[in-house]
């Protein structure tokens, strides 16, 4: 404990120190550092605050610890009494808080995210589902208060889709979406289904951080980019010039073709996007054995291929695999309603780390 509140006092003159540039005029007037320190210091105000807050109750603690030691009329007594149990209440609390506060932190947790969705094994049902997931996060995303683009899409001829691509950006939206990635399984009767016979399909979803130019610089030169004409509906001024565009990154063979914006620079700037986020991905998943080291103790590998939960229509219930989670609330999950599920694989995770860090 007392290395953590050495770590702690190091965060909060750090935070001292960081107030003090940010009123200097040098550093107002450089835009670029301005808004890096910004960050950093609203990364670590609420740590600062917790530990302030908690060196004032246990000042509180002491001074009420040396009144008890005094001779107290009875009532004084029961007060003084009341506040220290209520002050010894707190310090629990708030040592816990900052505990989690010092845990190390997934740099992309703030970041928005691109999320891939593929209708994966059982044909037009994994089409229909995929569709069903993508509502699904759409109505979470509402609910967040978050904006969701969809960037690029292959729906099928039943209503669902064969693949979906969308972006969505808000506030920390990787650091709740991160644990989607994975085999998503659906138990049901589908519509074609004349014997009321349960059939099972899976959908693949990927969750990808959003990269800038600043977090992943690629060398152009290592992009070929063909521009062709567009296909489908759009109308007819989309198929007369050469707006679609396909970008191939020549280390990795890594290919996005993307179509569904109205012109060839916002198709460019989409296709990168996603390329970014992508070749990214990949040169991650290069660290996979590293990575899965780092984090045995985390909600599973991230694996696309791993089954990470079942939704069983018949018996209205969804089981997350790696936590042993079974709600019996399927309609409302997916109707947007997450929370539950999130909020338990963010404390399992949470709990892994502080595990680690104790036994570290």
């Given amino acids: 404990m007392d290395e953590m509140f050495e770590q702690l006092q190091a965060v909060v003159d750090r935070h001292e120190e960081l107030e003090g540039l940010l009123s200097d005029p040098e550093v107002i007037s450089d835009t670029q550092r301005f808004m890096k320190l910004s960050k950093e210091e609203g990364e670590i105000r609420e740590t600062t605050e917790k530990y302030n807050r908690y060196k004032d109750v246990v000042g509180q603690i002491a001074e009420n610890d040396t009144m008890l030691r005094e001779k107290l009329d009875p009532e004084m007594d029961a007060m003084v009494k009341q506040d220290l149990a209520e002050l010894n209440t707190e310090k629990e609390k708030l040592e816990h808080e900052m ?11 703030d970041k928005n995210i691109i999320m891939e969705i593929r209708g994966a094994a059982g044909g037009d049902e994994a089409s229909l589902f995929a569709g069903d997931l993508l509502n699904m996060y759409m109505r979470y995303a509402e609910k967040q208060g978050w904006k969701v683009e969809t960037v690029d899409e292959t729906p099928t001829e039943v209503g669902g889709f064969k693949s979906v691509v969308i972006m969505i950006s808000g ?10 990635n994975g085999a998503h399984r659906v138990q049901r009767v589908p519509q074609t289904e004349s014997q009321g016979r349960v059939h099972t399909s899976t959908a693949t979803v990927a969750v990808m951080p959003e990269y800038d130019a600043v977090d992943l610089d690629i060398d152009p030169k290592d992009i070929r980019t063909d521009v062709y004409r567009s296909s489908g509906a759009g109308g007819q001024h989309i198929n007369k010039t050469s707006s679609a ?3 191939t990154h ?10 569904d914006q109205r012109s ?3 198709n460019r700037e989409k296709a990168m996007q996603i390329l970014r986020a992508r070749v990214y991905d990949y040169y991650e998943s290069q660290n996979q054995s590293e990575y899965d080291e780092n984090r ?3 909600v599973g590998t991230g694996d696309r291929s791993e089954r990470i939960r079942t939704y069983n229509y018949p018996q209205n219930r969804v089981t997350d695999h790696r936590i042993g ?6 309609d409302r999950i997916m109707n947007g309603e997450l929370e539950e599920i999130i909020d338990a694989l963010i404390l399992h995770d949470q709990t892994a780390k502080l595990e680690q860090l104790q036994n570290g």
């Fill in 99 to 109: 505990t989690l506060l010092m845990l190390p932190k997934d740099p992309n947790d």
């Fill in 171 to 180: 506030d920390s939206v990787y650091s709740k979406l991160k644990f989607e």
């Fill in 245 to 247: 565009v396909r970008m």
């Fill in 250 to 259: 020549l280390p990795t063979g890594i290919v996005v073709a993307m179509q």
């Fill in 264 to 266: 060839q620079q916002q």
């Fill in 296 to 298: 045995k103790q985390s």
């Fill in 325 to 330: 989670l079974t709600l019996n609330k399927l």
